[in-house]
Nanobody, 115 residues
Framework: QVQLVESGGGLVQAGGSLRLSCAASGSIFSINPMGWYRQVPGKQRELVAR???????DYADSVRGRFTISRDNAKNTVHLQMNSLKPEDTAIYYCKYQNPGFEYWGQGTQVTVSS
């Protein structure tokens, strides 16, 4: 069983920064990808950033250059550094861990960016 707990969300002004963290417990393997997704009411959950084996990363076009995903395999944590935040970044942010048979999600953390 895998459990994911996000932290670090909050309210910030446009142009500000936040750092999200996701602590994973259970059967976690560094070869499996972890990522951050976000969702706003009435819209589908979307990929924000993902980190795969070997440290390969993927970013949504809307956040590339502003957000940075990182992973500490020794601590089973993944972080999302968010800079130059915009009001359109407002969403609930979810952490995901993917193994070949299943995907696990955290409970989400709210990020609100005021203009």
């Amino acid at each position: 069983q895998v459990q994911l707990v996000e932290s670090g969300g909050g309210l910030v002004q446009a142009g500000g920064s936040l750092r999200l963290s996701c602590a994973a417990s259970g059967s976690i393997f560094s070869i499996n990808p972890m990522g951050w997704y976000r969702q706003v009411p009435g819209k589908q959950r979307e990929l924000v950033a993902r980190i795969r084996s070997g440290g390969r990363t993927d970013y949504a076009d809307s956040v590339r250059g502003r957000f940075t995903i990182s992973r500490d395999n020794a601590k089973n944590t993944v972080h999302l550094q968010m800079n130059s935040l915009k009001p359109e970044d407002t969403a609930i942010y979810y952490c995901k861990y993917q193994n070949p048979g299943f995907e696990y999600w955290g409970q989400g953390t709210q990020v609100t960016v005021s203009s």
